[in-house]
């Protein structure tokens, strides 16, 4: 009597195969999706939370830009924040505006984030990823810096508390930039 392998045993070096394949490509193409610095900025328009209307990237066409991109489970983000909220008073008076980009799926957990990390700036919701998806988010947080004209400047993943001071440093370069070409 022979013996036979039994079907999980044959099916999973398979998977296991399927999975390494799937994983090279999408590491070899995800990149190559992402939006690139010096390149345009994915038009977009999602609905704020708690909003109704659509508010879109075109709007903001004129300031610079930090489109950052969250989850209430992201760790980082508990940090990044409230730090950005801070940037945002520092910059009032600026031409210049942050819109986060929730990806909760269930608004709740995005509300009760909120609550605990209260923020004054553009907060929308894409619970599809839609909007991640153009812009080629590789991890989280993700944030984009864009000009006045709609230009991808920087692009960071993750959040360090040193970070916002090189933000700060990258902001005013671009607000300066627009103020040295009226000159």
Same mark, same amino acid.
């Given at each position: =009597? ?12 398979l998977r296991w195969r399927f999975g390494l394949v799937a994983a090279a490509l999408l590491f070899t193409v995800a990149p190559a ?11 977009? *328009?999602?609905? *704020?939370?708690? &909003? ?9 066409? &004129? ?34 505006? #942050? ?40 991890? =989280?947080?993700?944030?984009?810096? #864009? ?16 970070? #916002? ?19």
């Open positions: =009597m022979r013996l036979r392998r039994p079907v999980n045993a044959i099916a999973a070096p999706l992402a939006v690139e610095i010096g390149k345009p900025a994915p038009a977009f *328009a999602l609905s *704020a939370i708690g &909003g109704s209307a659509p508010v879109s990237l075109e709007q903001f066409k &004129g300031k610079v830009v930090f489109v950052d991109f969250w989850a209430s489970w992201c760790g980082p983000c508990r940090q990044s924040l409230p730090q950005y909220e801070k940037l945002r008073e520092e910059l009032a008076h600026e031409e210049f505006a #942050i819109v986060a980009v929730n990806l909760d799926e269930d608004a709740a957990d995005a509300t009760a984030f909120l609550k605990q990390h209260p923020v004054n700036y553009t907060i929308l919701r894409d619970p599809a990823g839609d909007v991640p998806k153009a812009f080629g988010l590789l991890g =989280m947080p993700t944030s984009y810096l #864009i000009d006045r004209d709609g230009i991808v400047r920087t692009v960071r993943t993750g959040f360090e508390p040193a970070d #916002i001071d090189k933000l700060r440093v990258e902001i005013h370069a671009l607000l300066e930039k627009h103020t040295d070409a009226k000159s």
